[in-house]
């Protein structure tokens, strides 16, 4: 059974820096990773999909990597903002139906 | 990526009780699913809403509780039966777009509250 793990569950920066958001997996038969974005009470933004062939994905301040052997993806935030606060979420799809396993996510909280 | 809507955007209800949950989607989809997520937790799959079929059920849940509806391809219901406090959860339906490589989209959810 697919497990996916993320953490830490909370990590608040001063506005201005660069971060990681580290995301684990132990079956690393996936078809892809993707990268969600929710704010409170709000439903889910994808933010970045990476397919098994592939290293990273980039869209504009954040670069998502992806090393299937080791079951391991980081999300990299390139100098944040206040408005970059939400949870960030990690799923992955092993095919069977494209179903998505979620991690339990990252609440992020950047300080001006 | 698409506009995906559900309806209502909250509730609240009384135990034993019903409620239907729709999803409407403005482009071609392959996939719908829907998503419960329990409060402080992340998401977990309900069930893969099948067009013209029965839904397609996880571990853990079952027809008689959640039963699903897709009478196209764009268009979906979830119905919470029955309902209890534990039920109280945030309901999203999900959609894989038609050549969006496997990509999945969410809607906004729906905030369901059981008293």
């Known amino acids: 059974k697919q497990e996916v793990t993320q953490i830490p569950a909370a990590l608040s920066v001063p506005e201005g820096e660069n971060l990681v958001l580290n995301c684990s997996f132990t079956?690393?038969?996936?078809?892809?990773l993707q990268w969600f974005r929710q704010d409170p009470g709000k439903g889910l933004t994808s933010l970045l999909l990476?397919?098994?062939?592939?290293r990273e994905q980039t869209s504009g301040r954040l670069n998502a990597s992806l090393d299937k052997s080791s079951g391991r993806s980081t999300l990299y935030i390139a100098a944040s903002q206040p408005g970059d606060s939400a949870t960030y979420l990690c799923?992955?799809?092993?095919?069977?139906?494209?179903?998505?396993?979620f991690g339990k996510g990252i609440t992020l909280s950047v300080r001006p | 990526s698409a506009v995906i809507s559900q309806k209502p955007s909250r509730d609240i209800c009384q135990r034993g009780t019903s409620l239907t949950i729709q999803c409407q989607v403005d482009?071609?989809?392959?996939?719908m699913f829907w998503y419960r997520q329990q409060p402080g937790q992340s998401l977990t799959l309900i069930a893969t809403a099948n067009q013209g079929s029965e839904a397609t059920y996880e571990s853990g849940f079952v027809i008689d509780k959640f039963p699903i509806s897709r009478p196209n391809l764009t268009f979906s219901t979830l119905t919470v039966s029955n309902m209890s406090p534990e039920d109280s959860s945030i309901y999203l339906c999900s959609v894989e777009l038609k050549g969006s490589l496997y990509e999945q989209y969410f809607g906004p959810g729906t905030r369901l509250t059981v008293t």
């Open positions: 990476i397919q098994s062939s592939q």
């Open positions: 079956d690393s038969a996936i078809y892809n």
């Open positions: 482009s071609q989809v392959t996939m």
């Open positions: 799923a992955v799809s092993t095919g069977a139906n494209s179903k998505l396993t």
